[in-house]
């Protein structure tokens, strides 16, 4: 506890690479490495000013059974963007192991002053803080002060839906796991049984079919995105 740094010790990192980026954060390593399904790399680094990035599926080599996982993805975490990218391009490649891993391409990182920008005030629905719009805003200014063409877009997803197709894909992965666990340790935590609880009823209510067609949708939506811009900026 107390402060390390400009860090608060009181304060969470978020999760689930907390530890990773906790270390990255207090100038204990320089590079970490993590796991993200639902945020698991990004979220930790937004709450610590360091960088996650989730590559595109098939990107970095996994094991299974989590390589069959298309919500599944490990990742670099550094605490500049070009480390974060140095250590991506270590990290990914194919491996035989992996049936879903890419051969690598190797590619320069986008120059700022030749992008063109999605600017996304909202993903539909979504609940975001005024302090966060502004900063948004503000990085959008600075991306088109240095040359990048930046333009309004809309994404028109429903919070509920991505909410509960997010539910009921963890209702047949990690819920299974802790349900296991639950039945041979009684120290798993209150937080995780609600988890196991409330996305296993998800998973019963939208089928891997349903969801599968709704996910496509908004896979649809990004792809026409990415076919007018470089980058989106949310």
Same mark, same amino acid.
């Not at 098939?58 to 670099?76: C, E, H, M």
């Not at 320069?108 to 909202?122: E, F, G, I, K, Y």
């Not at 349900?179 to 009823?201: H, P, S």
């Given at each position: /506890?107390? &402060?390390?740094?400009?860090?608060?010790? &009181?304060?969470?990192?978020?999760?689930?690479?907390?530890?990773?980026?906790?270390?990255?954060?207090?100038?204990?390593?320089?590079?970490?490495?993590?796991? *993200?399904?639902? =945020?698991?790399?990004?979220?930790?680094?937004?709450?610590?000013?360091?960088?996650?990035?989730?590559?595109?599926? =098939?990107?970095?080599?996994?094991?299974?059974?989590?390589?069959?996982?298309?919500?599944?993805?490990?990742?670099?975490?550094?605490?500049?963007?070009?480390? &974060?990218?140095?250590?991506?391009?270590?990290?990914?490649?194919?491996?035989?192991?992996?049936?879903?891993?890419?051969? %690598?391409?190797? %590619?320069?990182?986008? /120059?700022?002053?030749?992008?063109?920008?999605?600017?996304?005030?909202?993903?539909?629905?979504?609940?975001? *803080?005024?302090?966060?719009?502004? *900063?948004?805003? /503000?990085?959008?200014?600075?991306?088109?002060?240095? =040359?990048?063409?930046?333009?309004?877009?809309?994404?028109?997803?429903?919070?509920?839906?991505?909410?509960?197709?997010?539910?009921?894909?963890?209702?047949?992965?990690?819920?299974?796991?802790?349900?296991?666990?639950?039945?041979?340790?009684?120290?798993?935590?209150?937080?995780?049984?609600?988890?196991?609880?409330?996305?296993?009823?998800?998973?019963?209510?939208? %089928?891997?079919?349903? %969801?599968? /067609?709704?996910?496509?949708?908004?896979?649809?939506?990004?792809?026409?995105?990415?076919?007018?811009? *470089?980058?989106?900026? &949310?």
């Amino acid at each position: /506890r107390g &402060c390390v740094g400009a860090h608060n010790g &009181c304060r969470t990192t978020g999760g689930s690479s907390g530890g990773s980026v906790a270390a990255l954060a207090a100038g204990m390593t320089v590079l970490a490495t993590g796991s *993200d399904s639902g =945020g698991s790399l990004r979220s930790p680094a937004a709450f610590t000013g360091t960088v996650g990035f989730k590559a595109p599926y =098939g990107t970095v080599p996994t094991i299974f059974p989590a390589a069959l996982d298309p919500f599944w993805q490990d990742g670099a975490l550094a605490r500049t963007v070009s480390d &974060c990218d140095l250590l991506h391009e270590v990290l990914a490649g194919h491996d035989p192991v992996d049936m879903a891993s890419l051969v %690598r391409r190797p %590619r320069p990182l986008a /120059r700022t002053d030749s992008m063109r920008v999605a600017l996304l005030a909202n993903l539909g629905n979504f609940v975001v *803080d005024e302090e966060i719009a502004q *900063d948004v805003a /503000r990085v959008a200014q600075a991306l088109a002060a240095a =040359g990048s063409v930046v333009e309004p877009a809309e994404l028109y997803w429903d919070s509920s839906t991505v909410n509960a197709i997010a539910d009921a894909h963890f209702g047949d992965h990690g819920a299974v796991d802790i349900g296991l666990l639950a039945a041979d340790c009684d120290e798993i935590t209150e937080y995780a049984l609600n988890f196991a609880t409330r996305t296993t009823a998800a998973a019963q209510r939208l %089928r891997p079919q349903q %969801r599968h /067609r709704e996910a496509g949708k908004m896979y649809s939506d990004i792809a026409r995105l990415f076919e007018r811009f *470089d980058a989106v900026l &949310c």
